[in-house]
C-alpha cells in the first residue's frame, strides 16, 4: 500500500500560500527539478500526489515527438502534467543542464535524477553532478536513486559527488509503491517503453559542503 500524502497547516513562502503536501522526501512548497525521467511519470506522480504541478520543472532527454514515439504513455503524461501547471522542457541532456536557457538562472531546492541505468556510467554521473550541483539553492539537495549491487557500486557515486563539494548525508530504501503510478523504463533500444526490474534500489540524498554553503551565502 503506498504511503499517505501528508499535509500540514497554510504556511507562506514567497508568493505560495496553501496547504503543503509531503510524498517522502519531497513536498509542494520546494522547487523541484526532474531529469532523465522517462516517459515523465515520476513528473506525474508527484505532481498528482501534491494536486499541483506548480513546483515542478519535468524535462525529458528526448524531443517531444521522440519522446511520444518512444513511450506509449508519455502523450497523456505531458499533457496532465502540463495541466496541473508543471513546467515541462525537452531536449534537456543531464550534462549541460546548467547551460540550458530555461534552467540557468535557477536553484531549486530538489534535483532528482532516478535510475540512470541504460548506458550509464562513471562519465554520465560525473557530468551530473558537475550540472547539477550550479543549480541547486543552497541549502537544497540533490537525490541521486540508482540500483546497488557489485556492478553499481563501482561507480563510487559518493566519491564522484565529492569532487563537486557535494557530500552524501543519507541513503534510503527507493520504493517505487511510494509513488503511484511511475513506471521506470528501460528508455533505450527496441523495448525502451518496457520496464525493468528494481530491486536493492536506493536513493542517495546530497547536498553542498558547509564552505561551499558559506560561500553562496
Known amino acids: 500500500m503506498a504511503p499517505p500524502v501528508v499535509e500540514v497547516a497554510p504556511v507562506v513562502e514567497g508568493k505560495k500560500v496553501g496547504r503543503v503536501k509531503w ?3 519531497y513536498s509542494s512548497s520546494q522547487s523541484i527539478l526532474i531529469v532523465g525521467d522517462g516517459d515523465l511519470s ?8 501534491f494536486g499541483s504541478g506548480d513546483c515542478i520543472v519535468a524535462t525529458s532527454l528526448d524531443s517531444y515527438s521522440d519522446l511520444i514515439g518512444m513511450y506509449s504513455q508519455a502523450e497523456s503524461n505531458v499533457k496532465e502534467l502540463k495541466r496541473m501547471g508543471a513546467t515541462v522542457l525537452h531536449g534537456v541532456d543531464v550534462k549541460n543542464t546548467k ?3 530555461d534552467l540557468k538562472f535557477t536553484r531549486f531546492e530538489r534535483i532528482i535524477f532516478n535510475l540512470p541505468h541504460a548506458g550509464a556510467h562513471q562519465v554520465l554521473v560525473r557530468r551530473f553532478f558537475r550540472n547539477a550541483s550550479h543549480l541547486l539553492h543552497p541549502d537544497g539537495e540533490i537525490h541521486v536513486s540508482h540500483k546497488t549491487g557489485e556492478r553499481y557500486n563501482r561507480w ?6 565529492s569532487e563537486f563539494s557535494l557530500v552524501m548525508f543519507k541513503s534510503l530504501v527507493f520504493r517505487k509503491e511510494d509513488y503511484p503510478g511511475y513506471n521506470q523504463k528501460r528508455g533505450d533500444g527496441e523495448r525502451c517503453d518496457q520496464e525493468f526490474p528494481l ?3 536506493c536513493t542517495f540524498m ?3 559542503t ?8
Open 99 to 101: 547551460k540550458h536557457v
Open 156 to 161: 563510487e557515486i559518493e566519491e564522484l559527488a
Open 199 to 201: 530491486r536493492n534500489g
Open 210 to 217: 558547509p564552505s561551499v554553503f558559506s560561500l553562496v551565502l
Open 206 to 208: 546530497f547536498s553542498l
Open 23 to 25: 510524498v517522502k522526501h
Open 42 to 49: 515520476f513528473s506525474r506522480a508527484l505532481a498528482t500526489a
